[in-house]
């Protein structure tokens, strides 16, 4: 077990990890599940055991600590998801996009939607 593991509450089982597949290269990770384990090492193995044994192709696999996720949800935090109007920058019309790399991004976008 890992020098800086700390069981809470008179808990022995090692961390808990989450597993995150890429199906194809540029495809988002997509969450397979999760398995504990004890080190990164381990969980990388044993991921790599339990979510690939299908023989299903796969580009990436990542594993994550699921102490070190956090997350934001609205109806706990409303005011988070609110727009706000000073990001304006984040809109296209902001950006010159030359024409040959446009049709480019339009290719790509349109190949990971298939």
Not at 42 to 59: F, K, T, W
Not at 78 to 101: A, C, L, M, S, W
Request: proline share 9%.
């Amino acid at each position: 077990m890992p020098d800086d593991f700390t069981p809470q509450d008179d808990d022995t089982q090692w961390p808990i990890w989450e597993v995150f597949l890429q199906p194809r290269s540029g495809a988002p990770h997509e969450h397979a599940g999760s398995l504990h384990a004890p080190d990164f090492e381990s969980a990388l193995e044993n991921a790599r055991d339990v979510y690939l044994r299908h023989g299903d192709p796969q580009s990436g696999i990542w594993v994550v600590e699921s102490r070190h996720i956090r997350s934001a949800e609205s109806e706990n935090n409303p005011e988070f998801f609110e727009y706000t109007k000073y990001n304006i920058y984040r809109h296209p019309q902001f950006y010159d996009v030359p024409r040959g790399k446009r049709t480019e991004i339009e290719r790509k976008a349109a190949r990971n939607r298939d």
